[in-house]
């Protein structure tokens, strides 16, 4: 055997132990999740055991029998057997109990794995990762260009480590309090660890820009955040400040960094306007990063308008099925003629009214349908009414000839003159509830012919009629049209 393997051999052993240790240590953990899993299968067969044993001591002739002494004995035993369990049972109770009898099995299994001499000698290695720094520095003086987070790489005994990470009593510091103005190369220190551990930076330094604090002034203006949450309705006015110039305090480079400086009004959720509210003042470079800088003040009062977009609009029913047969809608009557729907400026541009769907299927007699809910248009916040009730009167129905309706020109081209031949009138059959039906007589319709593009000469042009109501039908009984002489 060489020299080189000679010396290789301890370094092999001491491998083998650590590892061995950390199976041991990951056996015991699976063993203590394992254990409660097993416990009330151990406590079943415990009492059939009991049983078995009780029969069994009725079934022995005396002479067979254990001396009291024995019996004592047993029961001795039993009693701490059963101590241990509730030992375990309370330590299996507590994550953090479980943590330290697993540390403490852990080094118990490491000594006996080690032959009783490994804890001193064998070393492992760890790593802390993203472990906080701590600056010391004058407080006249600004110190950037450091990591925030560091790793922190431990060599020792493998106990050693693990009590460090467990009990995480460990600080990074980086001391520039005997540093001048300018750029330093300082290294970073660490406290709270173990004098048989060696502890390494990982980086060990940070290159560092150390300038002293001046003061500079700042136009202040503002930044609204959160206006996602908004509803569309809504809409901001222009933030009214209590002052507009602020003074920042920090290094050269950093101030040189500062793009703007600015009020953080937040407006999360904001449903009406704000007077006399507190907001930070932040400085942002170029790429709109917080700068960690002094400003004084550091807050600033601010008003600000809130304005709910909003209008006025009239309420159409629309007549959804049919009532039932012999029977017509007569009237109806909302509770509401008008709703306020809230929208963004273009959506509310583009609303004329709102429909209310009225469904009549299979109504035969007068009532009140309640609560019905509106068709909101797309793009609308929402609404002054959630629902309308609507009053229904249902009649009976009734058809009526109504004849000479008189027929009017309209839009007869300047210039020309236009009459109907012979003074002709038109005849209709009305239909629909019987009070409406009734009281109709020919002044009430009204019927027409456009001559908008009327020409010389006798033509023949379709009449159209209305009627006072909506729920009235008809039918020709004349025919719809008639001929018109147009001269001039």
């Keep these: 055997m060489s020299k080189d393997d000679i010396e290789k051999k301890p370094q092999d052993q001491e491998e083998n132990i650590e590892d061995e240790a950390k199976k041991s240590t990951e056996f015991f953990l699976n063993f203590m999740k394992?254990?409660?899993?097993?416990?009330?299968?151990?406590?079943?067969?415990?009492?059939?055991?009991?049983r078995q044993k009780k029969s069994a001591i009725r079934d022995i002739k005396p002479e067979f029998k254990v001396s009291q002494l024995a019996q004592r004995m047993s029961l001795l035993v039993v009693k701490i057997f059963n101590q241990l369990n509730r030992w375990m049972d309370l330590m299996m109770s507590s994550d953090k109990r479980i943590r330290w009898l697993s540390l403490l099995m852990t080094l118990?299994?490491?000594?006996?794995?080690?032959?009783?001499?490994?804890?001193?000698?064998?070393?492992?290695?760890?790593?802390?990762?993203?472990?906080?720094?701590?600056?010391?520095k004058n407080e006249s003086d600004e110190v950037i260009g450091y990591d925030e987070t560091v790793?922190?790489?431990?060599?020792?005994?493998?106990?050693?480590?693990?009590?460090?990470?467990?009990t995480s009593n460990y600080q990074v510091y980086l001391d520039t309090t005997s540093y001048s103005e300018g750029v330093a190369e300082v290294r970073y220190t660490t406290s709270g660890f173990s004098s048989r551990l060696e502890v390494s930076v990982i980086p060990e330094s940070a290159e560092?820009?150390?300038?002293?604090?001046?003061?500079?002034?700042?136009?202040?203006?503002s930044w609204i955040v959160g206006k996602e949450t908004l509803d569309t309705s809504i809409s901001l006015g222009e933030p009214v400040l209590a002052f507009n110039e602020v003074e920042v305090r920090a290094g050269q480079a950093t101030l040189d960094q500062i793009d703007r400086v600015v009020a953080r009004i937040d407006v999360t959720n904001?449903?009406?306007?704000?007077d006399g509210a507190s907001a930070?003042?932040?400085?942002?470079?170029?790429?709109?990063?917080?700068?960690?800088?002094?400003?004084?003040?550091?807050?600033?009062?601010?008003?600000?308008?809130?304005?709910e977009n909003a209008k006025d609009v009239p309420i159409r029913a629309e007549i959804v099925g049919s009532v039932q047969d012999g029977y017509a809608i007569a009237d109806y009557a909302?509770?509401?003629?008008?709703?306020?729907?809230?929208?963004?400026?273009?959506?509310?541009?583009?609303?004329?009214?709102?429909?209310?769907?009225?469904?009549v299927s299979g109504l035969n007699r007068s009532q009140t349908l309640n609560n019905l809910e509106f068709d909101l248009p797309?793009?609308?916040?929402?609404?002054?009414?959630?629902?309308?009730?609507?009053?229904?009167?249902?009649?009976?129905?009734?058809?009526?000839?109504?004849?000479?309706?008189p027929i009017q020109l309209s839009n007869i081209p300047s210039g020309l003159d236009a009459s109907v031949v012979n003074d002709a009138k038109v005849s209709i059959m009305v239909t629909g509830a019987q009070s409406l039906v009734d009281q109709l007589t020919a002044e009430d319709i009204t019927a027409t012919i456009d001559l908008t593009e009327a020409r010389r000469g006798s033509l023949t042009y379709e009449v159209t009629l209305t009627l006072p109501s909506e729920f009235l039908t008809y039918t020709w009984v004349s025919g719809n049209s008639v001929v018109v002489e147009i001269t001039g």
């Design 270 to 274: 904001l449903n009406q306007s704000v």
């Design 108 to 136: 118990i299994i490491y000594v006996v794995v080690s032959g009783g001499t490994g804890v001193t000698t064998a070393r492992s290695i760890d790593i802390i990762q993203d472990v906080p720094v701590i600056v010391q």
């Design 280 to 307: 930070n003042i932040v400085a942002l470079d170029a790429s709109g990063r917080e700068l960690d800088v002094q400003i004084e003040p550091s807050t600033v009062r601010y008003s600000l308008d809130v304005v």
């Design 34 to 50: 394992k254990s409660r899993e097993d416990e009330n299968k151990k406590k079943a067969l415990k009492e059939r055991n009991e």
């Design 151 to 166: 790793n922190i790489q431990l060599i020792g005994n493998f106990t050693d480590i693990q009590l460090a990470k467990l």
């Design 208 to 221: 560092v820009t150390i300038s002293p604090i001046r003061s500079q002034t700042f136009d202040l203006s």
């Design 378 to 405: 797309e793009g609308v916040v929402r609404s002054s009414l959630e629902n309308v009730d609507v009053e229904l009167t249902i009649e009976p129905t009734s058809s009526k000839q109504i004849d000479n309706i």
């Design 334 to 359: 909302l509770s509401a003629a008008t709703v306020k729907v809230f929208a963004n400026p273009d959506v509310l541009e583009s609303i004329d009214e709102i429909v209310l769907p009225i469904d």
